[in-house]
């Protein structure tokens, strides 16, 4: 009788889960997470000068360039169907200060280059990184005192900064600082001066990584003391991501972001359940970093491991990535 009924159990409940599996078509069909090039915001790193174009070392494949060439590249990107970029600018070192003045110079590298991308394609969606690293003689995200990074003073700096990339042009500056309550301030600011369409992504959950190397080689913005660790985020806290995220949102943030990428899909899951805004996830330069070595060495399928990244990010919970693989992904989907 028991024999029976066994078989009567498999024959009903044999679970041929490989079914959804068994070819191209019926795996398409049943993807859960599709990525395409409208996920994607694309850091561009620019320099002064004309027809420049420098390959950043840590980073082989990407390049600093003037804005005569960042145009160029804005188009093409526009015609890959990607809508976004985010925009940093290497200052030169003597305008380099512990004031940050520089970021909001009307005149300035990120003023001008903001005015000549929107100038170009008007399309495309400008963000732009808001923190003082660039600018400051410490590399450091804000203003120093006594060998502490002052977080009220560094948000009146932030804001003068933010309203400047209004001024030229910008549709939503992004705040990488890590300092509280400057989405608030940020916020108030743009009203008070009429920026009513200016966004706000926030850099809210941003961890102290060690996987920024890169970028900071490509800006040349390493700290000069010290590390990051007042204010960006210990790699071990979990639930103060949601909190730096809930309070973000709470000040008026559109969008929220998680940093880095790959290490922390956790956390990304964990806010995009948190919040009722979109949540972006930057895929940062180190992550960039480690592909390519691999790739170069032959240890792994370039390709394949972008599309595998940025599709599991997006799983995790990302509704738009910032990443330095943007355009060979694009390239990649459309065939
Ligand atoms: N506030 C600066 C900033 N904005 C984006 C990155 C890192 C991006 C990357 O590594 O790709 C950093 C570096 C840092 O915080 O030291
Ligand atoms: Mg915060």
């Known amino acids: 009788m028991a024999t029976l009924w066994f078989k009567f159990l498999e024959m009903f409940l044999q679970r041929r889960n490989r079914i959804l599996r068994a070819n191209a078509s019926i795996r398409s069909l049943v993807a859960e997470t599709v990525l395409t090039p409208n996920d994607f915001i694309v850091p561009l790193f620019i320099d002064e000068g004309e027809n420049v174009k420098t390959e950043i ?3 082989p494949g990407y390049y600093r360039m003037s804005i005569d060439n960042t145009i160029k590249e804005v188009k093409e990107l526009y015609n890959l169907g990607i809508k976004s970029v985010l925009l940093f600018v290497k200052c030169k070192d003597e305008l380099k200060d512990n004031t940050g003045k520089e970021a909001w110079n009307k005149d300035g590298l990120m003023q001008r280059s903001i005015k000549a991308i929107k100038n170009a394609v ?3 969606y400008v963000m732009t990184d808001v923190a003082l690293d660039p600018y400051s003689e410490y590399g450091h995200d804000g203003i120093v005192k006594d060998g502490e990074i002052v977080n009220d003073e560094t ?4 804001v003068k900064m933010s309203v400047s990339h209004a001024e030229a ?9 890590m300092m509280d309550g400057r989405i608030a301030a940020i916020r108030e600011a743009l009203e008070e001066n009429n920026f009513t369409k200016v966004g706000i992504m ?11 190397g890169p970028f900071r080689n490509a800006l040349d913005s390493a700290p000069g003391f010290g590390d990051k660790k007042t204010y960006q985020m210990n790699y071990a806290n979990r639930i103060e991501a949601v909190k730096e995220a809930l309070t973000d949102e709470e000040e008026g943030a559109d969008i929220v972001m998680v940093k880095p990428g790959l290490p922390y899909l956790d956390i990304v899951r964990e806010v995009k359940n948190a919040v009722q805004v979109p949540v972006s996830v930057y895929n940062i330069s180190g992550e960039y970093a480690m592909i390519k070595a691999a790739a170069k060495m032959g240890w792994i399928d370039e390709n394949k491991a972008i599309l595998e990244t940025l599709t599991s990010i997006k799983r995790a919970g990302a509704d738009l990535i910032a990443t330095y693989f943007a355009k060979d992904a694009a390239g990649i989907l459309n065939g």
């Not at 042009?169 to 600082?177: C, E, N, Q, R």
């Open 169 to 177: 042009g910008v549709d939503m500056v992004a705040p990488s600082d």
């Open 155 to 158: 948000v009146e700096a932030l």
């Open 57 to 59: 070392v840590s980073m």
């Open 122 to 124: 008007p399309e495309m």
């Open 202 to 212: 926030a850099y809210s959950a941003k961890y102290a990584s060690c996987f920024y």
